[in-house]
DNA sequence: GACCAGATTGTCT
DNA sequence: GACAATCTGGTCA
């Protein structure tokens, strides 16, 4: 994990769809007082502004989605059925209003910190779903609309990728369903669903 | 294994 | 006042 190489602001100014599939493969780190977590990314959906009725920033920014028309790189954190969180980041442009959501990790380091924080052992339970993962990785509302680059939380990448991309339906939501925006690592076993 | 109901609260209409 | 980019624990097979 030395040699991990942060990705800088250029890297989220692309295409949302392209974004979401880059991510997979990288690796997600987090450094807390607690101790520091990697998870390698093996699941992304993509949420566009435009045509996509399930995306936040749909109708509009409000207070809660303002984040997502901030810098690419931003942090995007909202709380979602009163009692979980959802962790994004954001793309495209600054006043656009994309982003990707980081829906699974596999988990690579910190892994007691990890069982610690979601009360389970079982290495596939601790980071496989959206709320999961930011449970394990110990994200809070403190870091929405941080950046991606500059603070305790960041994404970065070693080596090459040598697998293939699975794209299918979103999950969880009830407008856009039909869109073909989730990504997925081809045979990896800790993704949310097969 | 599959299916289903309940939890619980910020945000928007 | 209704809903939401979910998870967990229960039941039934």
Redesign the pocket.
């Known amino acids: 994990m030395s040699k991990l190489r942060i990705y800088q602001p250029e890297f989220y100014s692309k295409n949302t769809v392209e974004v979401a599939r880059e991510l997979l493969g990288t690796f997600l780190i987090h450094e807390t007082e607690e101790g520091v977590t990697v998870g390698k990314i093996v699941e992304t ?1 993509a ?1 566009l502004c435009s045509k996509d009725p ?4 749909a ?1 509009g920014m ?4 303002e984040p ?1 028309f901030g810098p690419p790189g931003t942090v ?1 954190v ?7 969180m ?1 962790f ?1 980041a954001v793309t495209n442009r600054e006043g656009v209003g994309e ?1 990707v ?1 980081i ?1 699974a990790l596999e988990p690579v380091d910190g892994i007691t910190l990890m069982q610690k924080r ?1 009360g ?1 052992t079982t290495l596939k ?1 601790l980071c ?6 930011v449970i394990a990785m110990g994200i809070t509302m403190d870091l929405n609309g941080t950046s991606l680059y500059t603070g305790p939380l960041k994404i970065g990448y070693e080596g090459g990728k040598n697998f293939g991309i699975h794209t299918t339906t ?6 856009g369903a039909e869109l073909p925006l989730r990504f997925y690592m081809e045979g990896n076993s800790y993704i ?1 669903k097969k």
Do not use: F, V, W
């Not at 399930?54 to 920033?57: D, E, L, Q, V």
């Not at 979103?170 to 407008?175: F, L, M, N, P, V």
């Open positions: 959906e949420y399930a995306c936040h920033a109708n409000t207070n809660r989605n997502m995007y909202y709380q979602i059925y009163g009692i979980y959802c994004n982003a959501l829906r979601r389970k339970d496989s779903g959206p709320a999961k993962l979103r999950i969880g939501i009830s407008e949310s």
